[in-house]
């Protein structure tokens, strides 16, 4: 079995940390990207040199550029980039303030984008890698307490499927 690097956006807890803990039980590579570094860390205790935790706010799009390269930098490639990070606003459309809102798009929908528009070149140079993009089935099918939340998740979806179709011939998938 080949060894895969990956790079999680959001390895904190939920989905992300999943698929952290079973990239590096089969003897992956990972970068575990938390807002908080301290959520991450205790990766590097039970999995050693396998994992570089690193903090990362994805709404900060200089760290957002700063640490991908640093993640490929470090491991030598990366095979596996998997956007997880973002959350939920939950809610009446009327009673979200724009201020909310636009916070959500920043973690949502451009956090995703960064990551993507920095990984890209990469993967493009190295002629393979994954892309994966986890979005809530709110992206998919709104419902009325979600109204706000159904916008930046269907347009990471919409993007995902459009970079996917460009990708394919040039290895990446």
């Keep these: 079995m080949d060894k895969k690097v ?13 698929w952290a803990e079973a990239a ?25 040199d396998l994992v570089l935790p690193m903090a990362l706010d994805v709404t ?9 390269q640093q993640a490929h930098s470090h ?20 009673e979200a303030s724009e201020a ?4 959500l798009f920043d973690a949502n929908y451009f956090g995703y984008l960064g990551v993507i528009q920095t990984a890209l070149p990469l993967l493009r ?9 986890v979005s ?4 998919i099918e709104a419902r009325r307490s979600s109204a706000s939340i159904a916008p ?14 460009r990708s394919r011939t040039l290895g990446l998938r």
């Design 6 to 18: 990956w790079f999680i956006t959001g390895a904190s807890r939920g989905l992300g940390r999943i």
């Design 24 to 48: 590096l039980t089969r003897g992956d590579e990972v970068a575990a990207t938390a807002r908080k570094l301290e959520d991450v860390s205790d990766l590097k205790e039970r999995f050693g």
């Design 60 to 68: 900060d799009a200089e760290q957002v550029r700063q640490v991908v």
């Design 75 to 94: 491991f030598g490639k990366l095979d596996v980039v998997l956007n997880n990070a973002g959350y939920t606003l939950v809610g009446m459309v009327e």
């Design 100 to 103: 909310n809102v636009r916070a």
């Design 125 to 133: 140079k190295q002629g393979s890698g994954h892309l994966l993009s």
């Design 136 to 139: 809530s089935s709110l992206g």
């Design 152 to 165: 930046p998740n269907g347009r990471s979806k919409d993007s995902t499927k459009a970079w996917c179709k």
